[in-house]
């Protein structure tokens, strides 16, 4: 018992800045207030919140009110992409989409985790980026320093621990490399 209360004692006093914490809690409550309630086709207007909060956001693309997103300052969304209903951004470092992809329906990008192996068990941020003309499908899970390659689709329910190559069809948990993916 004293080990758990001396482990315990080793956390830091706080892992995000105060600063941090002000922005995600005023981002919370835009979020809330003008982000989530707007209707379905407001595109441009959730993505003028986001660039308000820092966030890069492309022309043309659709971020939909019920996609959640940590903090806004680590997105970048290049043209034409896409988050769907239900996408989960934890954005605790730079998540990238890239050109034309699409982020479908309850998938979660994670950039954070936890280093299990240290004694008070240290959160850690590694960024994600999605290459242009991917497909994440519905309820994909993208872990934290995970690189989806150009043109890639990975599957449903797909769990992504590590790098997809390049115009590739991918799936499974632990997801891996199924067939190349053609474009006809």
Not at 66 to 89: E, Q, S
Not at 138 to 149: D, K, L, R, T, W
């Amino acid at each position: 018992m004293t080990d758990i209360l001396e482990a315990e004692n080793s956390y830091p006093q706080a892992t995000f800045s105060l600063s941090n914490r002000i922005r995600r809690s005023v981002w919370g409550v835009v979020y809330t207030v003008l982000f989530r309630c707007s209707p379905r086709p407001l595109h441009e207007w959730r993505s003028l919140l986001l660039r308000c909060f820092g966030a890069r956001i492309g022309k043309g693309v659709h971020v939909y009110p019920t996609a959640r997103i940590w903090a806004p300052w680590n997105l970048v969304i290049d043209d034409h992409a896409c988050l769907g209903d239900d996408v989960d951004c934890y954005s605790m470092s730079t998540v990238h989409i890239g050109e034309m992809a699409v982020v479908s329906q309850g998938t979660y990008l994670c950039t954070g985790s936890h280093d299990y192996t240290s004694a008070n068990f240290q959160l850690y941020a590694l960024p994600i980026d999605v290459g242009r003309k991917a497909w994440l499908c519905a309820q994909s899970f993208i872990g934290p320093g995970v690189h989806v390659g150009e043109g890639t689709v990975i599957g449903a329910r797909s769990v992504v621990t590590k790098n997809m190559p390049e115009w590739t069809v991918c799936g499974g948990n632990p997801c891996k490399p199924i067939k190349p993916r053609k474009i006809t």
